[in-house]
């Protein structure tokens, strides 16, 4: 819930500052199986992500003595501070702003994995996207977001000439496609590779090679056994 003093440096358009916010943006899941959410948070001077069950934050006996339930998720990288942040339940995506890179990112909650690599850049402007300071998606699965150049206001000037607050929006589907939010289908290594070894399926890497000067892959049988299986099961 504290801060983290090595991300409390800000950059946004121009304008350098410090900040020492906790936590900041929180986002709530679909119920799970027991009934309970899972709450996403982060402090806004950080990069980290964490996640807890709503279950251990109705009863606080409890809370306090099960800080172990509070799980790091991964993080955001390198200027990586969010402020707000919103969850989608029916996609499962967790939309959330980059102060300081004038953008909006999205994660697919369903991924076991939380790194740079996972996670999607679904828009950025350091026109139009200037400060991102609200997310919500509304009951038709429209992306909302609101750009309000807010230390601009603060330590500077608004250019009253210029278009200082904007609300940008998207079908959800189009925001996050071609990014690694799109997929539903997110598949933990560590669950295919006990497949593979219930089923005593060797790990065959693509093998190239050309045929009429053109390359072509050749997947073993085995693998295009194990995606079957997985999609099957899904």
């Known amino acids: 819930f504290n801060i983290d003093p090595m991300a409390g440096n800000f950059n946004v358009a121009g304008l350098n500052f410090s900040w020492t916010d906790g936590v900041f943006g929180i ?28 279950k251990i934050l ?34 499962g995506v967790l ?40 997310i919500k998606v509304d009951a038709n699965n429209n992306l909302w977001v609101l750009s309000d150049r807010l230390p601009i206001f603060m330590y500077s000037r608004l250019n009253e000439s210029d278009v200082n607050f904007r609300i940008l929006t998207s079908p959800v589907a189009d925001a996050i496609r071609n990014t690694s939010c799109d997929s539903k289908l997110v598949i933990s290594p560590n669950i295919t590779n006990k497949i593979k070894l219930n089923m005593q399926i ?11 000067g053109a390359q072509s892959i050749l997947l073993s049988t085995h693998l295009i056994l194990v995606t079957l299986f997985l999609l099957k099961s899904m």
């Open 202 to 212: 060797p790990t065959i890497e693509p093998v190239l090679i050309n045929r009429d």
């Open 58 to 91: 109705r009863n606080e006996t409890i809370a306090n003595k099960s800080f172990k339930e509070f799980k790091v998720l991964g993080s955001r990288g390198p200027k990586g501070q969010s402020n707000v942040s919103f969850l989608d339940k029916k996609t």
């Open 95 to 134: 939309f959330y702003a980059l102060v300081n890179l004038n953008a909006v990112a999205c994660w697919r909650t369903t991924n076991p994995s939380y790194t740079m690599e996972s996670q999607g850049r679904i828009y950025m402007s350091n026109v139009t996207m200037v400060f991102p300071n609200d």
């Open 27 to 54: 986002a709530l899941s679909a119920p799970e199986p027991d009934g309970y959410s899972t709450l996403f948070f982060h402090s806004l001077t950080g990069v980290h992500e964490f996640s807890v069950s709503t």
